[in-house]
């Protein structure tokens, strides 16, 4: 089978690493991929091709399927999905895996997530959706100004802030429903109580009526130790977390899923893609902080890594809705995943930089180096973004996979590079 594969990002390569273990797939694209997506081949040995088409330029990819004809396509990013690239896919009569607009609403729509999870019981902070300034504000004050004001719509991970007072709170409101600091995606906002506790990703694979629960993960969204600095895409992650027990995962799940299923199946939503919900984990139970429609970035890294399933398969499964019975298989053990990233990232960051070591880190044992912002220069790699590489290792367990991956990271240099050096480390505080 043909496959495409839409992004350019870690994520994104994972997801071409794993499909081209698959003994189904004969050919692979990624458009528009990056260094690592070029460098894999397939079972058959066939090289991945990059197609230098971006991930939301529908027409462009639409006349590439029109000429190519995958028998699959696999959306890696939000913004192709929240544009509607699934529906245009399958009015084209081809089969794509993703949510279709409507679904992936999930994402785009903070608000539309609120109000769907309080009209069905799904746990939550207690919140309030508002187009109005002064009702956002008389909300903040009520929750004592300890609250998350949340643009309504996608914007690039970075329109939730975080306050701890009313002054923060109503200045927080203005940043974003007044002086639109994201733009449209800031026309709505959801305010939410601030919730503490742990947080983990929970991801769940769907064909619209089913849901397969991953085991969990946590990522690490700030960008210095100690989770100081600025909020990222995210530096690292690990799986599984020693936070909940398989029962308790299993319970968490449920009382998401449950109420989620029914709440689509009564509102006919068809929701065929990954479910990812971030979870607070709080001393009065599990509350879902945002849904995302896709695999997190890094949190693919390393649940790719531990997959023993054939994913062309699965995602395959997932689109045509035949995911009933199935069962999901994970390597024993856990997966640590280390992000690389460029001098300034989150803010700008230099491109085009040589990278050194890859092949030795990759010899490692346990280890495989996703790129993520990286490019091809006269067949060397480069820097190409501000997340440059997701430095992935399995192990016995999180101390294990953290040292190989730490050690794989090692003998990686690019100028400037910058990574957290305690990923996995709140698992093993837990002890
Ligand atoms: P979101 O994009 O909604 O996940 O928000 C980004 C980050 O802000 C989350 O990963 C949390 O760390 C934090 N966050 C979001 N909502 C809340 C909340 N209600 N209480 C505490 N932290 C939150
Ligand atoms: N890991 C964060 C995200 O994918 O949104």
């Known amino acids: 089978m043909k496959v495409l594969v839409l992004g350019s990002g870690g994520r994104e390569h994972a997801l071409v690493w794993k499909l081209a273990q698959s003994p189904s797939v004969s050919q692979l694209w990624c458009a528009p991929g990056n260094a690592g997506t070029a460098l894999e081949r397939t079972r058959a040995n066939t090289p ?27 959306v890696g990013p939000d913004n192709p999905l929240a544009l509607g690239v699934v529906d245009r896919f399958q009015e084209a009569g081809f089969t794509i895996w993703g949510p279709n607009q409507r679904a992936a609403q999930f994402e785009s729509s903070k608000a539309f997530s609120q109000d769907f999870m ?18 956002a504000k008389a909300f903040c004050r009520e929750l004592g100004g300890r609250c998350a004001v949340k643009a309504d719509g996608l914007a690039l991970g970075k329109g939730v802030l975080l306050c701890h007072d009313v002054p923060a709170a109503e200045a927080a409101v203005d940043e974003i429903l007044v002086q639109k600091a994201f733009g449209a995606a800031g026309s709505r906002i959801v305010v939410q109580e601030l919730l503490v506790g742990m947080e983990v990703s929970l991801h769940a694979l769907c064909d619209g009526s089913h849901a397969l629960l991953f085991p969990t993960a946590q990522d690490h969204k700030r960008a210095l130790d100690n989770d100081q600095g600025l909020n990222t ?24 899923l449950d109420p989620w299923l029914a709440g689509c199946a009564k509102e006919g939503i068809d929701f065929r ?35 023993e399933d054939d994913l062309a398969d699965l995602l395959m499964a997932s689109a045509q809705g035949r995911l009933a019975g199935r069962r999901l298989h994970w390597k024993a053990g856990a997966a640590v995943c280390v992000v690389m990233a460029s001098a300034g990232y989150p803010g700008s960051s230099p491109k085009g ?40 290792a399995t192990g016995l367990d999180v101390a294990d996979a953290r040292a190989k991956a730490y050690a794989a990271v090692a003998a990686i240099r690019f100028d400037g590079a910058q990574w957290r050096s305690d990923i996995g480390s709140k698992a093993l505080n837990q002890g």
């Not at 939550?124 to 002064?134: E, H, I, L, V, Y």
């Not at 979870?279 to 890094?298: H, I």
């Open 118 to 135: 309080e009209r069905h019981g799904v746990p939550t902070a207690r919140a309030g959706t508002f187009g109005d300034a002064g009702a």
């Open 273 to 307: 893609g990954l479910l990812y919900p971030g979870v607070m984990l709080t001393p009065s139970g599990p509350r879902v902080l945002e849904f995302n429609a896709r695999f997190g970035d890094p949190e693919t890294q390393v649940y790719l890594a531990r997959l």
């Open 233 to 256: 895409g995210g530096m690292g992650t690990y799986s599984p977390t020693p936070f909940l027990s398989n029962e308790q995962l299993e319970a968490v799940g449920k009382a998401i």
């Open 353 to 392: 930089l040589p990278i050194h070591g890859l092949d030795e880190a990759g010899r490692l044992p346990g280890v495989k180096v996703f790129h993520a912002g990286t490019a091809l220069r006269d067949r060397r790699v480069v820097t190409n973004g501000g997340r440059v590489l997701g430095v992935t």
């Open 48 to 74: 991945v091709v990059n197609v230098d088409i971006a991930s939301d330029n529908l027409v462009g990819l639409l006349e590439f399927a029109r000429r190519e004809k995958p028998d699959l396509t696999v």
